[in-house]
């Protein structure tokens, strides 16, 4: 079975620029979540998504965003790329169920540089 | 507000030396709790986990008994090897939740 897939793995952005990141979940799994993680701030939840609705949301700004569709596959995207942007981001796919016995497998991440 | 805290490192033992990671937590309710490991240049894999109290998650001969008097979870392995070196994150998930919360990362570094 494969494993939760993200592209690309790596990225250089500068200042101002957008990005757009991609996850393709373990097959069969209807939840995406997204995490950042950053040596100062260690990892943060971004957003969650279940049958493409947001379910839950982090303390982040407006300008990260994201979006799952009908296939499960989802994307977070970053406006007005900002220098504290750069981190590893990454994504976890699970069944989609709440508490301790829906487990999260993550993603190998996103290594985003902003410039 | 819920949150995980975990001892700082980084750590650097000898090969067949005791580990032990402190981790304790602050939640609302009973969270589940969890060990994740991060290898270089990879994701989080899930070690072990304990869903209530007095359990004992235990995989790969590390060991963390949730303890709810003290609230910890405390990561253990007897005799490390090199491959053991990593990053490792303590975490909760509460029972009606989907995101987890999780400390700061310990770095463990093995040395042969």
């Known amino acids: 079975k494969a494993g939760v897939t993200q592209t690309p793995r790596y990225l250089i952005k500068t200042r101002g620029q957008q990005v757009t990141l991609s996850c393709s979940p373990i097959s069969g799994h209807r939840s995406v979540s997204w995490y950042q993680q950053t040596p100062g701030q260690g990892l943060q939840f971004l957003f969650e998504y279940f049958s493409e609705t947001q379910r839950n949301k982090g303390n982040f700004p407006g300008r990260f965003s994201g979006r799952q569709f009908s296939n499960s596959r989802s994307e977070m995207n970053v406006s007005t790329l900002e220098l504290g942007d750069s981190a590893l981001y990454l994504c976890?796919?699970?069944?989609?169920?709440?508490?301790?016995?829906?487990?999260?497998?993550f993603g190998p991440g996103t290594r985003l540089t902003v410039l | 507000g819920d949150s995980v805290t975990q001892m700082e490192g980084p750590v650097t033992l000898s090969e067949e030396a005791f580990l032990t990671i402190n981790c304790t937590y602050t939640a609302t309710g009973y969270p589940s709790l969890f060990w994740y490991v991060q290898y270089p240049g990879e994701g989080l894999q899930l070690l072990l986990k304990?869903?209530?109290?007095?359990d004992k998650g235990s995989n790969k001969g590390f060991e963390a008994t949730y303890r709810k008097e003290t609230t910890s979870f405390h990561l253990e392995k007897g005799s490390v090897q090199v491959s053991d070196s990593a990053v490792y994150f303590c975490?909760?998930?509460?029972?009606?939740?989907?995101?987890?919360?999780f400390g700061a990362g310990t770095t463990v570094t093995v040395r042969a």
């Open positions: 975490a909760l998930l509460l029972s009606n939740d989907y995101k987890l919360s």
């Open positions: 976890a796919s699970s069944l989609g169920g709440v508490g301790p016995y829906n487990e999260q497998f």
């Open positions: 304990a869903t209530k109290a007095d």
